[in-house]
């Protein structure tokens, strides 16, 4: 029977081993997966927080643009509305011109200043829009100082840029 109580001591030997590994193993493992749970809690924080920067950054991006697209529709109304004005004027300061050519030389006008405000070189827009203005300016002039009397029947310089030209 000696054998046989050292078989069974062996036996129980060998399962209280595997059991003291396992249950290491088990307390590993799971402290193991308590730090990965910490290390996800962490990492999602940290995306939470540089997604709440991202947010923000965008939202004040967003603001500026809106408020620059603001002005700019206030700057485009204010040019319109003196394409307006000059419109009147040339109606004042030429008086036999016919209408027709009044609307020519608006719509001339509003066209730059379209593209000034739609196409990607605004920098030449601006520039073509400027001469147009000037010698727009000085079309005027000429007729003031001219008089009634001796007026030219069309603001020649603006009908030269218009010749001249592309839209």
Not at 28 to 40: N, S, T, V
């Amino acid at each position: 029977m000696a054998g046989g109580y050292e078989i069974a001591s062996f036996v129980v030997d060998v399962i209280t081993a595997f059991k003291g590994n396992d249950l290491a193993w088990k307390k590993q493992a799971c402290d193991d997966l308590l730090e990965l749970k910490r290390k996800k809690q962490l990492g999602e924080q940290e995306i939470a927080h540089a997604i709440d920067l991202i947010k923000a950054r965008h939202k004040g991006e967003l603001e500026m643009e809106q408020e620059r697209q603001k002005r700019r529709l206030k700057d485009y109304k204010d040019f319109l509305d003196s394409l307006d004005e000059m419109k009147r004027e040339l109606i004042d300061n030429f008086s036999d011109m016919p209408k027709p050519m009044v609307l020519l030389i608006y719509n001339h006008g509003k066209q730059i200043l379209d593209n000034m405000y739609k196409k990607e070189n605004k920098n030449a827009h601006e520039g073509r829009f400027a001469n147009f203005m000037i010698t727009y300016f000085n079309d005027c002039q000429n007729a003031k100082q001219r008089g009634t009397e001796n007026r030219l029947p069309l603001p020649e310089g603006i009908m030269g840029l218009i010749g001249n030209q592309p839209t």
